[in-house]
């Protein structure tokens, strides 16, 4: 069911399977009488077309993603993997469809983007409704301790008015205790450890070996100057991660990934440094929503706008910072300042 093609050096197809042209829905004289370039999406095409240069070059295509126009007018997402043959001066390739994979990440991101605020809205309200319940609470305590006990004859009202303070207080220990179990837990979720960082590096690096190895990657990292940082391990194992992932997929057309990773420790401050060679992003154009869920800066390829976003909440819910200094083909630099 795979979609197979053979592509000249021209920009046409040579021959399509079945398979491709049932999905999507051009018959086999349509598909080879055009440019292959006008069957993909228009914001994909240039992108597309500088990859389509590395293969003229003689480099293999592996793990690219486009999407095209169907003849319905649907959109049909690609992952392609193609070899030239420079002396045929044809070009093979297979598809797969990933439509409904991308549609289920998309609908992913969507609900983590409404838990994630009601995540919030729900833990601000405990907050706040401490807060007011409190001082309520506190003014009913006060006003009945302000009653003259000794000036009320009756049995009965006098007894009314000691289960009254007896009911306020119960509440409000009940209250606090509820709310002390909340801190306790969020305590209990970011509870500290003794991190090495090459430790959690070459983890991350061996897991992704092949992902670097085949997208000719280099990484050189100096951990010499802070070797640990008192942090989490499993977020500083998701921060190489998702930087690494991302500048492999976003590197530049034709140039190897170059990645440096350093640490630092001056006057007390701790700090990581990760730069990369890439494609870079235009910080004009960003207006701060770099770092915010579902967001997507680098031409809507495969991006789910979660890997920065998880970033910079592993970083900031420790209470450190994050920063990204960036230019268009010039490469980004992200600096990681640690609580002290």
């Known amino acids: 069911m795979d979609c197979l093609c053979i592509a000249d050096y021209n920009g046409y197809f040579v021959n399509i399977n079945p398979a491709f042209i049932s999905l999507l829905g051009y018959t086999e004289e349509e598909l080879n009488s055009k440019l292959i370039s006008d069957f993909i999406y228009h914001e994909d095409k240039e992108r597309t077309a500088s990859y389509r240069k590395r293969l003229m070059s003689n480099v ?3 793990n690219f993603e486009n999407r095209y126009v169907s003849k319905s007018g649907s959109i049909v997402w690609f992952h392609w993997t193609a070899i030239p043959l420079e002396n045929e001066q044809l070009i093979y390739a297979i598809a797969k469809d990933i439509t409904h994979t991308k549609e289920l990440e998309k609908e992913r991101i969507s609900h983590l ?13 405990n907050y706040s409704t401490s807060h ?14 302000l009653i003259d006990m000794t000036k009320i004859h009756d049995a009965d009202t006098s007894e009314i008015l000691s289960l009254i303070k007896l009911s306020a207080e119960g509440l409000k220990n009940t209250m606090n205790s509820y709310i002390d179990s909340f801190k306790e837990e969020d305590v209990h979720d970011t509870a500290l450890e003794e991190v090495d960082l090459k430790i959690v ?9 092949a992902l670097i190895q085949r997208a000719g990657t280099e990484i050189n990292v100096d951990f010499s100057t802070m070797e640990t940082i008192h942090f989490k391990s499993i977020y500083m194992e998701s921060i190489f991660l998702n930087l690494i992932t991302n500048s492999i997929k976003y590197a530049k057309p034709s140039v ?10 001056e006057n007390g401050e701790k700090k990581l440094t990760y730069t990369d060679n890439g494609r870079g992003f235009d910080m004009n154009k960003m207006d701060g929503r770099i770092f915010k869920l579902n967001q997507e800066f680098q031409g809507k390829e495969d991006s789910a706008g979660v890997g920065l976003y998880l970033v910079h909440e592993q ?9 990204l200094d960036s230019e268009i083909n010039q490469g980004s630099t992200f600096t990681i300042l640690f609580k002290p």
């Open 60 to 62: 293999p295509l592996v």
């Open 113 to 125: 983007n409404q838990l994630s605020k009601v995540n919030k809205k729900l833990k601000q309200q």
């Open 132 to 145: 007011d319940l409190r001082s309520p609470l506190n003014n009913l305590i006060s006003l009945v301790s």
């Open 201 to 209: 590096f070459d983890k991350v690096k061996s897991s992704i070996g």
């Open 256 to 265: 190897p990934p170059l990645i440096k990773i350093t640490s630092s420790q």
């Open 315 to 323: 970083v900031t819910s420790l209470g450190g910072r994050i920063t």
